[in-house]
């Protein structure tokens, strides 16, 4: 979690800060962001003024049209990397319970709803695969999403018949809904992170999250049993990606047995940027929306700039290892401060 | 003849002095044991003359020739070499991997010679009567006290000429144990000069030919064997003056039976305990290092499975209803771990996480799971103010604090938790003298509120100043129940050895 200014010495600030809590909860949030936002601003700027088109309503409607998806998945990554977990199915997991979406509408003839519930509970019971061997077993939760990575794949072409299927244009509406030109999946995934972030910084289950992810043992030895809560981080990263997978198709109006291909580090790698600590305990869910805009908007940026895939891929990478290097100084500065 | 080590004036201090102006002598095809209580600096003593820590002052001599070792590779080139107390073990490795990782026989190129490496582990395994054990054999199927032979195995295959063993059949049978003694004679008439630390008094009367007390970081005797019986070892172990504290505490007075304890067993350490806590109560767990206390105490929590055993609260049974911390926690007991760092505290969380922690589930959950963040606050400041626990704020991290007032955080979650019973595992370890007090302060006046504190510390002193009763544990036995006022040093110490005995 991000922690506020405090300033030590002094029990008048600790007063103060005691009186305006909440307010000071939401500044901490705000305070987490900066930097992100800053690097945004720059970035857009840059792009603005080095791109003839940059500032554009196509350049914002595609970036828009494109986070969704991300988004979503980051918020179920951002839980998974808290609880110092990893989920590398994603992106299958995602392809499976598009598959799902796709037969229910086509094959079984159900209502969009009743589809798009099959498809997240799809997303949910890998989860649920994920989380009750991770936890039951003890294993890392590396190798059994791993595992999972390669069953969901394999599920999602059985699901598919290992073909990319139209499936018409009722998916599609989902994506007709507009408001200042932004889709309904945008709205979406901008609920979930809000949502995602309030229940990280105020309930008892985020609270959860931050001490199994700092000491899973100090956590259990408090009567609080890690297991159940870990299993419903994998359950919400799986749900999330099923409801992923809907935005997806809604897209593309098909379903891809090869959709999310590499999802599942993209996905890592923008939680990374928005500060979430791989060794857990730590992490933000408004800041990983700000690592997938990150990511988003240098992309299309440098397409912009003509750049072709391998410097794109050059780019975001020394990007994403520049972020971690940031995020180790301040870490380390916050710890000297914590020992002052 | 120059002794084959000479010590002056060694002196070492952590927090507080753990070695204090200790000279000492071995002789070459000697075997010197040194005893002492838990915490008397016999395993600092060893550390020093085998390199592994630096004195603050003194100085020392091998052979007649000044020897400062500054890590251990210089004293192992000194012929100085130790066989430590815990495993140093690769699991992962095989057995004569590890027994020769550092000098591995290679070829040219350096690949490793298997064919000699097995035959060197073949030999260093039959001097230990391990001649069965299949040197390829990974070392993470080994038993304990198997592991433990391979430790000694590696440290007799060196050449040297001083060999220190810590407690070096502690996981041993009686039968290894044998061949073990066996093999310290062959040192022995081959010159080798040989310190030996061990709980095990017959042992010790059996194959030192002198023995030095350590108390305190002192030095306090040292003698030819034929001159002194177990029963005096452990009266110079604990021949200090009583402190004051343990007069000073008042009488507490005991009310009805909190928790009632029978037959707990949870093997291969805890071995049908069972005692009963009164209301207003501290009881303490008394024995020696490995002696099953902390294993009691999780067994009790629920940290650990239990094999048998029947819990009461409050004349209760709760026995079935009580299989992990969670069910603990819900049935009003509190647990202060023994290591604050790896399972008490969130380090680099605020102080305020840490108090409120064992509260998430209980005062703190709000409507629909939300966490009473003010209240938390409210809390969290609460606990400090009234434990004066020293911070900046209540956000300060953990981490940072120091040793008392980070074990104050962790008692502050307890007392939040409005715990009946609390067990304290090492409530002061690694603490300075002030914070001391104070923790034995609350815990006085946690018991004083009519609950009970169960208090398992290897600081006999700190025992004395604030239990009521004392029970003492060998071996995994509850041996004997001991009253205020009505124990001394030398019974208690007589009954945590009582078990040991070979």
Redesign the interface.
Known sequence: ?L??A??????A??GA??AS??KS?AREILEGCLGLLVVLVILVAFFGFSTAHFFSLTTFDSIANQIPTAVLIAVGMTYVLIIAGIDLSVGSVLAVSGGVLGIAIMRWHWPLWAAALACTGTGGLCGLINGALTVRFRLPSFIVTLGMLEAARGAAYLVTNSQTQYIGSEIAKVNDVNLFGLSLPFFLAVIVVIAGQLVLS???????L??IG??E?????????PGPVKVMVFVLSGVLAGLAAITYCARLASVDPNAGEGFELSAIAAVVIGGTSLMG??GSVVNSFFGVLVISVLENGLAQLGAQEPVKRLVTGAVIIAAVVVDFYRTRTR?KE??? | MAPLLQTEGLTKSYAGPVLSDVSFELQPGEVHALVGENGAGKSTFCGIVAGLRTPDSGRMWLQGRPYAPANKRVAEAHGVRIVLQELNLIETLSVSENLFFDQLPHTLGGWISRASLREAARNALGRVGLSELDPDAPVSGLGIGQKQLVEIAAGLARQCRLLILDEPTAALTPADAERLFLQIQKLKDAGVGIIYISHHLEEVLRLADRVSVLRDGRRVATRPRGELTADEMIRLMVGRALDDTAARAEKRSAGPVLLEVQNLSAPPRVREVSFALHRGEILGFAGLMGAGRTETVRAL?G?DPRQTGKILLDGRDVTAGLH???D???LGIG?L?EDRK?????????VR?NIS??Q??GD??GP????R??RE??AA?TWVDRLAIRC??????A??LSGGNQQKAVLA?WLY?NCQVLICDEPTRGIDVGAKSEIYRLLDQFAREGKGVLVVSSDLKELLALCDRIAVISAGRLVETFERGKWTEDQIMSAAFSEMKV
Request: aromatic share 4%.
């Open positions: 979690m922690k506020g405090v300033q030590p010495d002094s029990p600030a600790a800060a005691k809590r909440r909860q105020g309930t008892i289950f985020g609270r959860y931050i001490g700092t000491n043992e100090a956590v259990r030895l408090s009567g609080i049993a305990g730590r710890a914590g020992l002052r | 929590f940290a992990s911390p969670t603990a926690v819900r647990f771990t790896s399972q008490g505290l969130l380090l680099d969380k605020p996480l922690l064992a998430l589930n703190l959950r629909a799971g939300a966490l963040r003010q606050v409210a400041q900046a704020s209540i956000e300060q991290i981490g940072s979650r938790r």
